[in-house]
């Protein structure tokens, strides 16, 4: 729904299955929603009173006296300012909690060595992609009683997509502050459109058809060709799995537990995203580009796959372009809406060697809060929310119709509602362990070095051997 502002109102965080628990339920009945959401929902009295698995080792929530916690989190400066915003209302919360915060490069390497040390902080920001082999090998503390303190049942407070990464073997491990799908759309430059008589979708192309007409009429040939289009991308991947959910198949069996690629569908889609645009629409270079973001901001394409990311970029670095950059969300391959696939957004966990775990408790708490939640995605350019709770914050309204990529999320926060976001899946390994493989493969069949049937080949041989290894990982610890 939407307000009179024109924000699109989430309703109700999709369940389990992907698809939204409570859409169309009338707005006068949002009142009792809310309250569902943010407290004890009658569905949800058996997890709040409950104890699962290794529940007696957790830690209560209380904390007193004075304390001083450390959390390591990422060098972003975007996030930077989130932190700082999080740490000021908890320290006027709790003035006897103290946070001192370190940012970390090569985050996922020190944190190994940490955890193998046992000098861990208390606290670590983590990404949603590769937590299960963390969570296997005993790295972060179980979350359960962290939840029922806060009275919330993260799966149905969390959009699905958002909390499946941070979930396993049915215990909450960490809590996501991001849905997972966003930032896999189109970064159009506007200026250029306005060239050949094209403006940006209010939503994005109906179809693959008419954003490859589009692409067409971008080319400028001459001592130095602009290009219409780019796929070229380090999450390529998700886009092809996005597509054949679109046209009906999944890109991962999870009867057969292997990736499935060599298929009508599957074949289809690889000529269709990375074959056709170099050599049957010549609107890319069969060498693709190297650096995507800076061609679209230097002029020498006109679209590409990419993330919302590049316009905050493009004004800190005072681009001459930044005023011209759009971001839209990806066409369907087929249907009438695209499923978005991701690979799990920003979140945070708990060491499990921290010593001051239960006043750490208490500090996740307020993150699980709506407070928490709107505080960091108000800061972080209005990323997709993992909690539809954000959503009917005032302040989320005020401050999101003012960042440049507005109109796009509009779209996103829609997709939300209807269910058609979802993470990669934990059963198919962490996704940033395929993006070479699927780069490699897809670039030479950018190349013509390959055939469709053969990329489908080769990526479902090698994929498969990479989640193999993904499995005996899992495995291994015995926990």
Same mark, same amino acid.
């Given at each position: 729904?939407?307000?009179?502002?024109?924000?699109?109102?989430?309703?109700?965080?999709?369940?389990?299955?992907?698809?939204?628990?409570?859409?169309?339920?009338?707005?006068?009945?949002?009142?009792?929603?809310?309250?569902?959401?943010?407290?004890?929902?009658?569905?949800?009295?058996? %997890? =709040?009173?409950?104890?699962?698995?290794?529940?007696?080792?957790?830690?209560?929530?209380?904390?007193?006296?004075?304390?001083? =916690?450390?959390?390591?989190?990422?060098?972003?400066?975007?996030?930077?300012? *989130?932190?700082?915003?999080?740490?000021? +209302?908890?320290?006027?919360?709790?003035?006897?909690? $103290?946070?001192?915060?370190?940012?970390?490069?090569?985050?996922?390497?020190?944190?190994?060595?940490?955890?193998? *040390?046992?000098?861990?902080?208390?606290?670590?920001?983590?990404?949603?992609?590769?937590?299960?082999?963390?969570?296997?090998?005993?790295?972060?503390?179980?979350?359960?009683?962290?939840?029922?303190?806060?009275?919330?049942?993260? $799966?149905?407070?969390?959009?699905?997509?958002?909390?499946?990464?941070?979930?396993?073997?049915?215990?909450?491990?960490?809590?996501?502050?991001?849905?997972?799908?966003?930032?896999?759309?189109?970064?159009?430059? @506007?200026?250029?459109?306005? +060239?050949?008589?094209?403006?940006?979708?209010?939503?994005?192309?109906?179809?693959?058809?008419?954003?490859?007409?589009?692409?067409?009429?971008?080319?400028?040939?001459?001592?130095?060709?602009?290009?219409?289009?780019?796929?070229?991308?380090?999450?390529?991947?998700?886009?092809?799995?996005?597509?054949?959910?679109?046209?009906?198949?999944?890109?991962?069996?999870?009867?057969?537990?292997?990736?499935?690629?060599?298929?009508?569908?599957?074949?289809?889609?690889?000529?269709?995203?990375? %074959?056709?645009?170099?050599?049957?629409?010549?609107?890319?270079?069969?060498?693709?580009?190297?650096?995507? +973001?800076?061609?679209?901001?230097?002029? &020498?394409?006109?679209?590409?796959?990419?993330?919302?990311?590049?316009?905050?970029?493009? #004004?800190?670095?005072?681009? &001459?372009?930044?005023?011209?950059? &759009?971001?839209?969300?990806?066409?369907?391959?087929?249907?009438? +809406?695209?499923?978005?696939?991701?690979?799990?957004?920003?979140?945070?966990?708990?060491?499990?060697?921290?010593?001051?775990?239960?006043?750490?408790? *208490?500090?996740?708490?307020?993150?699980?809060?709506?407070?928490?939640?709107? @505080?960091?995605?108000?800061? @972080?350019?209005?990323?997709?929310?993992?909690?539809?709770?954000?959503?009917?914050?005032?302040?989320?309204?005020?401050?999101?119709?003012?960042?440049?990529?507005?109109?796009?999320?509009?779209?996103?926060?829609?997709?939300?509602?209807?269910?058609?976001?979802?993470?990669?899946?934990?059963?198919?390994?962490?996704?940033?362990?395929?993006?070479?493989?699927?780069?490699?493969? @897809?670039?030479?069949? #950018?190349?013509?070095?390959? *055939?469709?049937?053969?990329?489908?080949?080769?990526?479902?041989?090698?994929?498969?051997?990479?989640?193999?290894?993904?499995?005996?990982?899992?495995?291994?610890?015995?926990?």
């Amino acid at each position: 729904m939407e307000s009179r502002t024109g924000m699109v109102h989430a309703v109700g965080a999709p369940d389990r299955t992907g698809t939204s628990a409570r859409a169309g339920v009338e707005r006068q009945s949002f009142t009792r929603r809310r309250v569902g959401l943010l407290g004890i929902r009658a569905g949800a009295l058996a %997890w =709040l009173a409950g104890c699962g698995p290794g529940q007696a080792q957790q830690p209560a929530v209380s904390s007193t006296g004075p304390v001083e =916690l450390t959390l390591w989190r990422s060098t972003s400066a975007v996030q930077s300012k *989130a932190w700082t915003r999080l740490l000021d +209302e908890w320290q006027a919360k709790q003035p006897q909690t $103290k946070i001192s915060q370190e940012e970390i490069d090569d985050w996922r390497t020190k944190f190994a060595t940490a955890v193998a *040390a046992g000098t861990t902080p208390d606290i670590g920001q983590e990404l949603g992609s590769g937590t299960q082999v963390k969570f296997a090998n005993g790295w972060y503390e179980p979350l359960t009683r962290v939840y029922q303190g806060a009275k919330v049942d993260p $799966k149905k407070y969390f959009y699905w997509s958002a909390y499946e990464p941070w979930e396993f073997k049915g215990a909450p491990h960490g809590v996501p502050f991001e849905d997972t799908g966003p930032g896999f759309g189109m970064v159009l430059r @506007t200026d250029f459109l306005t +060239e050949v008589g094209a403006a940006a979708p209010s939503g994005r192309y109906k179809s693959w058809d008419e954003a490859y007409d589009l692409g067409r009429k971008l080319v400028r040939r001459g001592e130095k060709t602009r290009w219409g289009w780019s796929t070229r991308a380090n999450w390529l991947l998700l886009w092809i799995g996005g597509a054949m959910v679109d046209a009906g198949q999944e890109y991962y069996d999870k009867t057969k537990q292997k990736f499935q690629f060599t298929t009508p569908v599957g074949i289809d889609v690889l000529k269709k995203l990375i %074959w056709d645009p170099p050599n049957l629409h010549a609107i890319e270079p069969p060498e693709g580009f190297r650096n995507y +973001e800076e061609s679209i901001k230097v002029g &020498d394409v006109a679209m590409a796959i990419g993330s919302q990311a590049v316009l905050r970029n493009a #004004r800190t670095e005072g681009r &001459d372009s930044a005023p011209f950059l &759009d971001y839209v969300v990806r066409p369907p391959f087929k249907g009438n +809406e695209p499923t978005v696939v991701g690979h799990g957004g920003w979140g945070v966990c708990l060491f499990r060697g921290s010593q001051k775990k239960e006043p750490a408790s *208490a500090f996740l708490q307020h993150l699980i809060s709506p407070k928490g939640q709107t @505080t960091w995605i108000t800061s @972080t350019d209005c990323y997709a929310t993992a909690t539809a709770a954000v959503y009917e914050s005032p302040e989320f309204n005020t401050a999101c119709q003012q960042q440049p990529a507005y109109a796009y999320m509009k779209n996103v926060w829609t997709a939300q509602r209807q269910g058609k976001m979802r993470y990669f899946g934990n059963e198919a390994g962490s996704p940033n362990d395929y993006y070479s493989i699927v780069n490699r493969i @897809t670039d030479e069949l #950018r190349a013509s070095k390959l *055939a469709p049937r053969q990329a489908a080949e080769q990526l479902d041989e090698q994929m498969n051997v990479k989640l193999g290894e993904y499995k005996a990982s899992l495995g291994a610890t015995g926990k």
